[in-house]
Each structure stands twice: as C-alpha cells, then as structure tokens.
C-alpha cells in the first residue's frame, strides 16, 4: 500500500506502523504488537521468522534491509522497525 | 594439574603466570597496560603452540592489512561522493564490489589456513575413502604442521572483524598491536568466547586499573570455574572415559547414564572454563560476551543453541545464516517458495538451506571427523522438523485442550530437550561414527537398569597400574558431591535467571561474607575436587577445536 | 553512589590496608588447611587406613629408635632388599623405605620423617634413584603435598571416621615384611652387554645432586652414615654410572657399594637365569636372599651393628620372622597370585 505523499508526516508515520504490525500479525498473529518491546528477546521473532517477515518489509516498502541491519535492536518492537524502514528508505532517497 | 603452563588450570598458570601479569598491568602506567595483555598474551600462546605462533601473527597481520585496505576503499568512495553526489548509488556499489573482493580474499586466506592446519588430515582421509569408493586406493599423504591453540576461534574473530568492516559497522583499526591484542587475548584465546571487535577490543585498549570489586568480582567467578571444573568435570572422567573407551561391554543402561553424565561433565568442563576466563578479564576491567546462559533450562532445540555456546551460534548467525537468507538468489527462492506453498512453509524451505550451511558448519568447526559433521546435522535435522511441525502441533494441542503454556506441557518440551541433546552428545563424545551408533543401538536397543542393580555400574573405573591393581571408579561419596554441586548449580542458575547478578550483589556486601565465600569456594575446591593419586583430571574439552 | 566527605586515605595507607588485608586473608586460609590437615591426615599406618605409602611408612608403628639401618630408594630397593632376612641372619634391624617410581625428592622427604622417630647408624641409597629424572615442577608439587597435608590427602573426606576427629593417631600395624616387596616371578635376564668396561662417567642429573647433597646434609645431622648402594640389575645401569657414583661419593666423602662389580659381585653371587623377575630390572626373591644375605653380613661384621636376638624389646621381630618365612613359602607356591606378568610393578 503506498504511503501517500501528500499527506502529513503523523499520518504517514501511521500508516507505517499499521502496515508494519499488519504484517506482523500475519505472521506471528495473537500479540499485541503496539506495546510489546522485546519481540526478539522473547522469541516471538525467532530467526525463520524474521526471515519470512524481511521480505514482506522490503516489500511493502520497497526497500533493501541488508543482513547487517538485522539486531535485537531494530526488531524488538514495531516501533524499532518503524524506524528502521524509516531510516532505510531516507538513506536510500 | 601439571607443573607446565599447558591450560588455565596448570598451577604454574595460578601461582606464578596470573600474578605476575596482574602486579605489571597494575603498576604500569594506563596508556601502557594494553602492551602487558599483549606480551602476556603472546608468552601465554607461545608456552602451548611454541614456533605455532607464526601463524597467528600471519593471521593478525593480514586481517590489519586487509582491513586498512577496505578502509582506504570507503575512504575513496566518499571522497567521489563528496564531489558529484548524483553518482552517489553507482559509487557506492562499485566500491562495495571492491571491497567485497579485498574482505573475500582477506577471509578467504585466514580459512585457508584454518583449513590447512586443522583439516587437512581430515580432508585427506575423506579424499582417500571417497577415492576408494571408486576402487582406487591412492594412500593421500598429508602435510602436519600442528594447530596452534585457539585457531579455531581466532580465526572466526578474525573473520567477523573483517565482515564488520565491509558492512559499515565499524571502522579499520590503524593500529597493529591492538588487533594483535584483539585476537590473542589470553583468556579468551584457549576456549573462547568468540568476541566481536565492537565488543571487546575498546575495553582492552582502556587500560582499567585493577580495582578491589573487580578483583573481588572476578576472582569469585575464577574460584566458581574451578570448582565445577575439578568437582564435577574431573571427578565424573573417572566413569565417563572408560564407558566410551571401551563402548562394547556396556548395555543401554549404562549407555544412558554415560551420555547424561558426560553431558554434566561438558557443560561443567566449558562453562567452567568460560567462567575463569571471564573472571580473569573481568579482573582487568573487560567484559567479554557470556557464552552460557544456563542452557538447560531450554524447551526447545533452538532455544538451547541460543544458551549453549552462545558467541559460535551468534557468529553463525549473523555472518552466515543472515547473509546467506537475504541474499539474493536466496531471496527470490523464498520468493518463489511463499507463492507455491504458502507464507508458513516458504520461508521455512529457503531458511532450510542455509539451516543446513549453518549446522554443517557449526558440526564441522568442533572437529576434523565425520561424528561432529553428524552432530551439527542432527541438530539440522531436529531444528528443522520443529519448524515444520510446529503448526500441526499447535492444532493438536488445541483439539486436546492442552495448555502450551501450562507447566504440564513446557516440563515434557524440558524433558523433550533434554533427551535430545543427551543423545546429541553422546555422539559428540563417541569415539568415532562407528562408536557412535554402536552407543547409540544398545540405548535404544538394550535399554535395562541391570547395571545398577547388580553392582556393575559402580564397578566401572579406571585402571593406574602404576600405583594399584584395583580399578578406581567412584563411589556413592563421589555422586554425592556431584549431586550436591548440581543442585548448587542450580540454585545459582535459577537466581541469575530471575536476572539477579550473584558476583556483583556480593561485591556489596561486608568483609566478612566475602571473605567467607571465597574460602567456602576455595576449601571446597581442596577438599571435593578431583586432582592427585588414582584421579584423571580432564585436559579442557574445547581447547581441542 | 555518593562521595564521602571524609578525605580518602593516601595511597600508601592503602596499598598497606590491603597488603595487611591479603596476609590476614593468606594466614586465616592456612590456619584451615592446617586444621583441616589434621582431620584428614590418616589415623593409622596401614593401607586401609587410607596411608598413601602405607609399605614404606609401615616404620611408624615399630617401637622409637629400634632401627639400626633404612634403605631408601625406588621399587629396585624393595625388590633387592629383605630387612626380615637380615634380621634372620643376623640379627640386625633394618627397614626399606621405597615408594616404587618415586624420586630422589621424595627419599629426603622419607628419611626426614624417619629421623623424627628413628635414630639408624646407616643409611643407604639405591642408585637407580639417581639417574632418574626429573622437573622442577616435580618438586614443587612434593613440596604441596609435603606442606599440606589436606590436598594429599583431600580423598579421605569420602571416608572419615569419628577417630578422625578425635585425632588420636595408632600406628600399630607391624609389617613382617618390613618395607620389602618380594616377587616370585622368573624371567631370565640377557647379561651379555652387562657392565661392559668403560672410562666414561656419567654423573647424575643436577636436580638429582642437589637432593643427594641434602641426603647426605641430613644424615650428617643426625649423626649416621651415608652410604649409596647399586643392587644388581643388567639394565639401567653400566660402567659409566658405577664411575659417576664413585666419583659422587668421593666428592661428598660418603660410601658406594656396587653389587654388579667385583669384589661384591661374585660375593653376591647373583645367577642371571634364575634370579632376575623381569629380565634384569628387577630381582626376584632368589636374588633378593642372595642380597640380603651379603648385606646381612655386610651390616654385622663389616659395620659392626648389633646383634638384637635375645633382646627381649626386640621379641616382636622374631614373631615377625615367622611369619614372614609363612609369607615366603606362599609366594614361592603362588608366584602369579603376588604379582601379575609383564605389568611395571606396583
């Protein structure tokens, strides 16, 4: 789903996170992904599945998540992730 | 323990070697500590490798090489960038490609030569059967050199310094001497752990004076060490070596408790001298990574491997297992794979193949025989049948009403678990394929508690025909003192698990009980431990891979 | 964490704070393995009682100052030499106190704890125990277990009693053998390259005349004789080494008898078919006699020591006898249920 541009920058962020947890809970579902901060630690996102879940994201948000990028840090919460594919797609611009 | 520096726990090692480094780092100046490491850490290489140390220096020099290369590359890169930012992406990926090349070769070379010093009568021999095979019986004559101590984890070390650098997270060390320090570090340079250069090599530059918590701290952690070392480790290689020595006398029964028992007596070995390493560099002021984290505590497979020697599974992790996925042939096969059999199993069958790289990988780093390549894929073999499993089982369990979080369910997934590394190291530890699935047949096969009834599991032993005709095998006494460790352990286990750190509450405490815990450890090592006449103290395990 | 307002100590009133600390901390320490020693230290004199060198500390439980001669040395010493024979011969008393393998380190450990009860006349050393070497590391661990009687004897944890505690000692277990290890098996030694002539000396290692000067030191002190004896054997020992012991024992001014050269030898007499037990490094009990015999001789005329049959404190030895002549005729029925073939010896 593109993000449109022309919307605020609240708005956009919001669409992010609702796409990320979407993608989320098609995964893994059954947790409450906008507060829980220790997906990883937790093993709720065990290696295979951040390997399922890296594709979708590159996907959706048509970025290139290289293989250094993947620590606890940027995958314990939604938010982490956020700001990670944040991140990815301004370097990229 | 022997008179000769061959291990941490040679006590020319305790009495002289250790002190002697501590008073030179403490009285040196600040700026100048990282050299006594580094001169300790060379003396300490050379005492156990003697002229082997050639190859670590090989080593240290072209990692830094390399290194220094890639960093003169990025250099480059951004300079062009600075100037015309619209080639910002064709440069970028025009020098990666670049250093790609240097990072390949620098790894390449330092593999090469783990290859050659450690593999290579391996190597021989599968080249020589699988000649064989074809009816030509070719005796392959191979070169040995010898393995110098700790290749195999340097040169991991070595590897992930150079990956770090090609992926941006960290810059090329200019100076030599702190790579050198980087990978020879003493106490970590026998067994492990397999550091990162982000992680440790800062703090060993630092030059942290000695102070009295971390002296306290560590040398609490080093006494711990020890006494699960010689408690435990030592006193069960008295049942454990005859037992797979001599596999065909002993029925499945023993065989069990061999495996169960070595187990103890591996994870004790390791983790203990896990714990005297990082007690020792805990004394300096460093922290290096935990390599255990009471693994049997696991409910899976997985989950072990994430509390079992956690540094060589995270290397694994991060520089093969990551890459590899999200490579891109990788990527457009679990592409492919997602649209044919759905988004649960398509994954699952690309993340197979580099599963299968990994545990190949991890079996064939323990050693230079086919019974540790087997080791690595049954634990391929296990891991993945979880993965595919894993949604049918959650459908059964819920038609069952079974609680997957109840203490019902997670005691079998822990007993599960324990059952499969049991069998797991039992193949580690046989003497041979052969051995192996001998051991493996008569658990399975002739399963009876007879040896414990009649007497004859207590009568197992080693002979000293030096000092005794008797065969001296241990007594209830003996399993005891094991058991009463055991449940020590555990305690210990469970506290930390809860996340309290037990060497740092104790650094707060008064004189008294500190003191008070170092002679309980210290009285408990001379009393209970395994050393001197009619003992066979175990030469530590890992330091052979 | 807050500072503290007082000022902090200097920096030498700290390093001595700590240095007294760590010295208080050391001497608490080995105040326990002292204690510790004690408890764990073997209440009685015999193997069962949990004494490591039980043959050749078996000294323990004869009376004060009733032996007038101690062979130290390796399994050669308790293989070559019967102290029960002498005593049959002649009376005198004597001991053999060997651990098999040992080193020359552990014959001064031996003989200092044999002068604390014992006041022998003479003292003799086997000379295989010389050239066997060894490291500094060797020493060092002599020197623990010396020291600390609670890491050489920490296994005993697994079986103590209340007397442990008590810590009444009982040595009163008499050996009829005194120190000796007799062997009955028979295997032929090859005498052909058996002390061929030579000018070469060959001393012993430095290590080991370090120990030999502290022997010799010791026996000085307390006022006995010093005397290196070479029992026979073919192999280990040459020309080369008789030389180097005999310019040792001019060197120290101590004696040297050697077996396996004339005039001793053919007094001996020790017949190369029928007396070695394992081709020449070890006698059996045939040449063991023979040994002993000369010795008992040796001792008596030549030294002069006592005759003590009759005495009435020495009665215990003639009971002794006795039952060692029994012992002696078992091993010579059953030579393989005392001894197993083709093992090195226990």
Request: glycine share 8%; charged share 20%.
């Amino acid at each position: 789903m593109p993000v449109p541009t022309h919307m605020g920058p609240r708005l956009k962020e919001r669409c992010t996170m609702d796409e990320i947890i979407e993608i989320l809970e098609s995964l893994k579902p059954g947790v409450d992904y906008e507060t829980a901060d220790n997906l990883v630690d937790s093993r709720v996102l065990d290696s295979l599945t951040i390997l399922a879940l890296v594709p979708e994201l590159e996907d959706a948000f048509d970025v290139t998540i290289p293989a250094v990028e993947i620590v606890p840090a940027n995958f314990n919460s939604a938010q982490a992730i956020d700001a990670l594919v944040t991140r990815l797609v301004e370097e990229d611009a | 323990m022997d008179f000769s520096l061959h291990s941490y726990f040679s006590i020319l090692y305790i009495v002289a070697f250790l002190p002697i480094v501590l008073v030179a780092y403490q009285v040196v100046a600040q700026r100048l500590r990282w050299a006594v490491l580094l001169v300790a850490s060379y003396a300490f290489f050379w005492a156990i490798s003697s002229k082997l140390i050639v190859f670590i220096l090989i080593s240290t020099v072209s990692v830094y090489l390399a290194g220094r290369k890639m960093g003169a590359l990025f250099s480059e890169r951004d300079a062009f960038i600075a100037q015309d930012k619209t080639r910002k992406k064709e440069l970028k990926k025009l020098y990666q490609k670049k250093a790609r090349l240097v990072c390949g070769l620098g790894v390449g070379f330092n593999l090469l030569l783990l290859a050659c010093l450690k593999y290579l009568v391996f190597f021989g021999e599968v080249t020589g059967s699988l000649l064989a095979l074809f009816g030509l019986n070719v005796p392959v004559a191979v070169p040995y050199i010898g393995v110098p101590i700790g290749i195999s984890f340097y040169t991991l070390m070595a590897a992930s310094y150079l990956f770090d650098i090609y992926r941006g997270t960290i810059a090329p060390d200019t100076n030599l001497g702190r790579i050198a320090l980087f990978l020879s570090f003493f106490p970590q340079i026998m067994e492990g752990p397999i550091c990162r250069y982000g992680q440790t090599a800062e703090q060993l530059w630092a030059g942290t004076p000695i102070n009295k918590d971390n002296l306290y701290r560590g040398s609490v952690r080093i006494l711990w060490g020890f006494a699960k070392k010689m408690i435990v480790a030592d006193r069960l290689n008295l049942v454990v070596k005859p037992i797979f020595a001599d596999y065909t006398s002993y029925d499945g029964g023993v065989v069990a408790a061999a495996a169960v028992l070595y187990t103890l007596q591996l994870y004790c070995d390791f983790s203990g001298c896990m714990d005297v390493a990082l007690g020792t560099a805990r004394i300096f002021g460093i922290a290096l990574p935990e390599n255990f984290r009471h693994p049997f505590f696991s409910r899976t497979a997985s989950e072990f491997w994430l509390r079992w020697h956690i540094t060589l599974g995270s290397w694994l992790r991060d520089y093969i297992f990551y890459p590899l996925s999200l490579s891109a042939p990788m990527k457009s096969l679990t592409k492919a794979a997602r649209h044919r059999i759905g988004n649960r199993y398509g994954p699952l069958l690309a993340g197979s193949v580099t599963l299968f790289c990994v545990w190949f990988a991890n079996g064939l780093w323990h050693g230079a025989g086919s019974q540790y390549i087997f080791f690595g894929l049954y634990y391929f073999v296990i891991i993945l049948l979880g993965g595919l499993v894993e949604p049918l089982a959650q459908s059964v369990c819920a038609k069952l009403h079974i609680n997957r979080e109840g203490t019902a369910w997670r005691t079998f997934q822990w007993l599960r678990t324990l059952v499969v590394v049991f069998v797991g190291e039992l193949f580690f530890r046989a003497e041979g394929m052969d051995a192996g699935l001998y051991m493996f047949g008569q658990l399975v096969g002739n399963f009876t508690f007879e040896s414990f009834t009649n007497g004859a599991f207590m009568a197992i032993g080693l002979t000293f025909p030096s000092v005794t005709t008797e065969v001296v095998g241990l007594c209830l006494q003996d399993y005891a003192a094991v058991a009463a460790m055991v449940v020590i352990m555990t305690i210990v286990a469970v506290v930390e698990e809860r996340g309290c750190c037990i060497t740092e509450r104790l650094a707060h405490k008064n004189l008294a009980v500190r003191w008070v815990v170092l002679y309980a450890l210290i009285i408990a090592i001379v009393i209970f431990g395994s050393y001197g006449v009619g003992t066979a103290p175990l030469d530590p395990i890992y330091a052979q891979f | 964490m807050t500072e503290s307002t007082a000022p902090k100590p200097s920096k030498p009133a700290r390093f001595f704070k700590y240095l007294g600390l760590s010295i208080l901390f050391c001497a608490i320490l080995w105040g326990m393995f002292v204690g510790l020693g004690h408890i764990l230290q073997p209440k009685g004199n015999s193997k069962d009682d949990g004494l490591i060198e039980s043959r050749a500390y078996g000294f323990l439980a004869e009376p004060d100052n009733s032996i007038d001669a101690v062979f130290l040395g390796d399994s050669l010493a308790s293989t070559g030499i019967s102290p029960m024979r002498i005593w049959g011969d002649t009376g005198v008393t004597s001991y053999v106190c060997s651990v098999n393998g040992e080193q020359v380190s552990f014959a001064y450990t031996m003989l200092r704890d044999f002068f604390k009860t014992q006041k022998p006349r003479v003292v003799f050393l086997e000379t295989e125990m010389l050239y066997n070497p060894f490291s500094v590391g060797k020493v060092f661990k002599q020197f623990v277990k010396d020291q600390f009687t609670v890491a050489k004897y920490h296994h005993r944890w697994k079986e103590l009693t209340l007397e442990d505690f008590t810590g009444q000692v009982r040595y009163d277990k008499v050996s009829n053998l005194k120190g000796c290890n007799p062997k009955a098996l028979c295997e032929p030694a090859d005498a052909s390259s058996y002390m061929l002539p030579s000018d070469e000396v060959e001393l012993p290692g430095k290590l080991n005349l370090v120990f030999l000067r502290a022997l010799a030191d010791l026996c000085e002190e307390n006022g006995a004789q010093f005397v290196l004896v070479a029992t026979p054997h073919t192999r280990d020992w040459n020309y080369a080494r008789h030389n180097g012991c005999a310019q040792i024992a001019q060197d120290l001014g101590i004696g040297f008898i050697d077996m396996n050269t004339d005039p001793v030898a053919s007094e001996v007499g020790i017949d190369w078919t029928s007396d070695a037990r394992d081709a020449g490094i070890h006698l059996n009990y045939h040449g063991m006699n023979k040994v002993s015999d000369w010795m008992a001789s040796y001792l008596s005329e030549t030294l002069g020591l006592p005759d003590h049959r009759g005495d009435q404190a020495y009665a215990r030895w003639g009971k002794c006898l006795e039952e060692y002549e029994e012992y002696m005729a078992k091993v010579a029925k059953d030579p393989e249920k005392y001894d197993i073939p083709g093992v090195h010896m226990y």
